[in-house]
C-alpha cells in the first residue's frame, strides 16, 4: 500500500480571513460581506467546491489518452445547495454541510457521446476528493495548548 500523507496549515488573519498554506503556496480564506467577512476571497465551501472541480478536471486530463478520449477542452461547474440556518444555529433540524452538489461537464472530445458518458462516469469513480465527500474519512482533532 502506498501511503501518501498531505499536510496544509490553517491560520487566522483577520476577521474571519484565513490562511491556507501547503508546500510553499498560499491563498486566502474568507466569508462574503452577507456573512460577516470582507469579501477578499472564496469561503471554505466555494474552496470545496473548486478543490472538488480541479481534481475532476486533472483526472480528466491525466487519463484521457489511457481511455482513448481526444480531449480538446474540459470545464466543470459545480453547485452546492447549503442551508445557511444550519451553521448559523438558526435551524437546529437543517443539514451544517452541502445537501447537494451538482457536477456540470462540458467536454470538448472526438468521441461518441456514449463514449464520453462513460469517461465522466469513471472521472467521477476516480476523483479522491469525490470519494473523500462520498466516504467519508475517519476524522481525528487532537488539541495542542
Do not use: W
Not at 501518501?4 to 486566502?28: H, N, Y
Not at 443539514?95 to 457536477?103: H, P, R
Amino acid at each position: 500500500m502506498a501511503i501518501e500523507v498531505f499536510k496544509t496549515v490553517t491560520e487566522s488573519i483577520d476577521g474571519l480571513q484565513v490562511s491556507c498554506r501547503a508546500r510553499d503556496f498560499e491563498f486566502i480564506l474568507d466569508e462574503p460581506k452577507s456573512l460577516g467577512g470582507t469579501d477578499i476571497g472564496m469561503n471554505p465551501v466555494e474552496a470545496l467546491l473548486g478543490s472538488l472541480g480541479a481534481c475532476k478536471v486533472i483526472a480528466a486530463k491525466s487519463f484521457a489518452r489511457l481511455h482513448k478520449i481526444n480531449l480538446k477542452s474540459v470545464r466543470i461547474e459545480l453547485e452546492g445547495e447549503l442551508d445557511t440556518d444550519g451553521f448559523m444555529g438558526k435551524n437546529p433540524n437543517a443539514k451544517i454541510g452541502f445537501s447537494k452538489i451538482v457536477s456540470n461537464f462540458y467536454i470538448e472530445a472526438d468521441n461518441t457521446e456514449e463514449e464520453i458518458k462513460a469517461y465522466v462516469a469513471f472521472i467521477n469513480a476516480t476523483c479522491p476528493v469525490a470519494d473523500t465527500i462520498k466516504n467519508a474519512p475517519v476524522m481525528e482533532s487532537n488539541l495542542f495548548l
